[in-house]
T-cell receptor, first 113, second 111 residues
Framework: DSGVTQTPKHLITATGQRVTLRCSPR?????VYWYQQSLDQGLQFLIQ???????AKGNILERFSAQQFPDLHSELNLSSLELGDSALYFC????????????FGPGTRLTVT | GENVEQHPSTLSVQEGDSAVIKCTYS??????FPWYKQELGKGPQLIID?????GEKKDQRIAVTLNKTAKHFSLHITETQPEDSAVYFC??????????FGTGTRLLVSP
């Protein structure tokens, strides 16, 4: 158990809908990272927050957004969902803003029908 | 940007054999190279990592080697066991660089 928690574990929704994925980092970690894992794309970095501020952006679509709250939990919002958004979404956390020693949560499996 | 290539994509070994997975990276500024193990239905688990000021690191049956000149690093698992069966990912980055992951190696250890 990495200490990173993610909810929900599974999510099934329809195209065009909006969902919110939630992540709580390990105790003491200030950075949260979001990754998307699909069968043909591997682990793709989406976005990083450090102590409430956006730190780095990867290949995140404009339909996706995230935020980190004062208690350091983070939410990833996915809107206008398309079939191709079906994937595993992982959250990871690390102690500092530098991307060393990232610990991953169990993931949320999103299925868009 | 950084690009990480990982080989092989699948690896089958007999229990007790050694397994080696290799990765190459493109960005000479990368200074951190972690390895993750992902079991079915779980998130990636950090199993070992190495920084660019070190050439080799060992932790029991696993070891990682880094050749900065050639920009490649490898994971070595000795005395493999069935519970080592999983998908292994390498990554490169560090500091204010994002981690870029390889495409994964599916390791199957047969009893």
């Amino acid at each position: 158990d990495s200490g990173v928690t993610q909810t929900p574990k599974h999510l099934i929704t329809a195209t065009g809908q909006r969902v919110t994925l939630r992540c709580s980092p390990r105790s003491g970690d200030l950075s949260v990272y979001w990754y998307q894992q699909s069968l043909d794309q591997g682990l793709q970095f989406l976005i990083q927050y450090y102590n409430g501020e956006e730190r780095a952006k990867g290949n995140i679509l404009e339909r996706f957004s995230a935020q980190q709250f004062p208690d350091l939990h983070s939410e990833l919002n996915l809107s206008s969902l398309e079939l191709g958004d079906s994937a595993l979404y992982f959250c990871a956390s690390s102690l500092s803003g530098a991307s060393y020693e990232q610990y991953f949560g169990p993931g949320t499996r999103l299925t868009v029908t | 940007g950084e690009n990480v290539e990982q080989h092989p994509s699948t690896l089958s070994v007999q229990e007790g054999d050694s397994a080696v997975i290799k990765c190459t990276y493109s960005d000479s500024a990368s200074n951190y190279f972690p390895w993750y193990k992902q079991e079915l239905g779980k998130g990636p688990q950090l199993i070992i990592d190495i920084r660019s000021n070190v050439g080799e690191k060992k932790d029991q049956r696993i070891a990682v080697t880094l050749n900065k000149t050639a920009k490649h690093f490898s994971l070595h698992i000795t005395e493999t066991q069935p519970e080592d069966s999983a998908v292994y990912f390498c990554a490169a980055g560090g500091g204010f660089q994002k981690l870029v992951f390889g495409t994964g190696t599916r390791l199957l250890v047969s009893p």
